[in-house]
């Protein structure tokens, strides 16, 4: 079959799935467009004012952009894209998958599986629940301290609520194109979770949005904060979440969907991501913190040797090395990593963020750790906490 006839068929199925009702989502990665800076292309149904629509969120690496098609036109403009500005093309519906490999020059592949997703899709979903943490009814904003009876947020707690109201909304998206398992309860686990803050604005958002049961548990290593958390969720009657005293790097996590662990200190980053992969986690959510293990190891390259000298530029390298290998591994390990800015340095310097969703499709495993193994050798680096604990060598 020839290249036109794979990507004809492809399309003729996403045609069918949209006019049943069966359509759950598209992504088109493997970008080779002019505009270097985007990562993939996410499409799903949505219904806007009644009318169908499909909604093509185009992931750049610092933004993402929002265009709504209709059908009609969503059609002409996939035609275009596939082979031109994307190689690969993922297709789920909730009566199977189809993923298309179409390159100019090369033979044209087209490989089908079975449902991933069976639940159809609610179109109507996401416009009517509010996607961020609401004050009022939330009695766990006001035992934890961020409200008052009134409910409306007490002075000096002003940072803190946008702080989980930024977390909700960085995470949802996320958690859309990751995806929810449908055929048993989906379970997230927020590693080093200090007063719970962040677990209980998960939970409450999972709970609110998807209407469905969700186990939620947060470790910390601190038995009164878990305790204390323990004692709100239970007196609240949270159903399904929990949180128990224990260390992120000697956790045994289960097989579980969501991983997060924000401001986990130095390599307890690197413990967490490392478990959300053995877990096999659809998603993993990391806000990284006090970065010390590669800075003494960092040999500056010959054009960076004098900016480096000075102390202040030397830790941000350090920074920018550490998290960018993490992402570099991430990627080796089959996940699309993505680093970002989790809330405004107004608030707290610890602002960074890199998310990790597990691909679906084939990729290259080999060349994502060589790159990865090339970064560190660039800087010096002969070991590196995450590197280890995945066992890829990082010097001879």
């Not at 080779?32 to 292309?41: A, E």
């Not at 980053?269 to 659809?282: C, M, V």
Request: net charge positive; charged share 25%.
């Amino acid at each position: 079959m020839t290249q036109h006839s794979f990507k004809t068929q492809f399309l003729e199925r996403l045609q069918a799935a949209v006019a049943d009702g069966t359509f759950v989502r598209l992504n088109l990665g493997g970008p080779t467009g002019r505009d270097r800076s985007i990562r993939n292309l996410f499409i799903r149904p949505v219904k806007l004012r009644g009318e169908l629509f499909l909604s093509f969120v185009y992931r750049h690496v610092a933004r993402d952009v929002t265009k709504n098609q209709a059908p009609a036109d969503a059609y002409v403009l996939l035609d275009e894209l596939l082979g031109n500005e994307f190689t690969d093309a993922f297709l789920s519906t909730t009566t199977g998958t189809a993923h298309l490999n179409v390159r100019k020059g090369r033979n044209a592949q087209l490989k089908l599986g079975p449902a991933e997703d069976t639940a159809v899709p609610d179109l109507e979903h996401d416009h009517r629940k509010a996607r961020t943490v609401q004050t009022s009814g939330n009695t766990w904003l006001r035992d934890l301290g961020v409200t008052g009876i009134d409910d409306k947020v007490r002075a000096g707690m002003e940072a803190k609520y946008r702080q989980i109201h930024r977390f909700v909304e960085l995470l949802a998206p996320l958690i859309r194109e990751a995806g929810l398992p449908q055929d048993r309860i989906p379970s997230i686990v927020d590693m080093g979770c200090g007063k719970g803050y962040l677990t209980f604005a998960l939970h409450d958002h999972l709970r609110r949005t998807y209407e469905r049961p969700v186990r939620v548990l947060g470790i910390e290593q601190r038995s009164e904060l878990a305790e204390a958390s323990n004692k709100i969720a239970d007196q609240r009657g949270l159903d399904g979440l929990q949180f128990q005293t224990g260390v992120i790097g000697s956790t045994v996590l289960q097989p579980t969907d969501i991983v997060v662990a924000l401001h986990a200190c130095d390599t307890a980053t690197d413990d967490a991501l490392a478990k959300g992969i053995e877990a096999g986690a659809r998603l993993i959510v990391v806000a990284p913190c006090c970065h010390r293990e590669v800075s003494p190891q960092l040999i500056a390259p010959a054009p960076l040797a004098q900016a480096l000298s000075h102390g202040i530029l030397h830790a941000r390298e350090a920074e920018f090395v550490t998290d960018a290998l993490r992402a570099a591994l991430l990627e080796a390990a089959g996940y699309e990593a993505r680093v970002f800015e989790f809330i405004s340095p107004e608030h707290t310097s610890k602002n960074l963020m890199i998310s990790a969703v597990r691909r679906t499709a084939p990729f290259d495993a080999a060349a994502a750790t060589q790159r990865a193994v090339a970064l560190a050798a660039f800087y010096g680096l002969r070991h590196q906490r995450l590197a280890q604990l995945l066992r890829i060598p990082l010097a001879a």
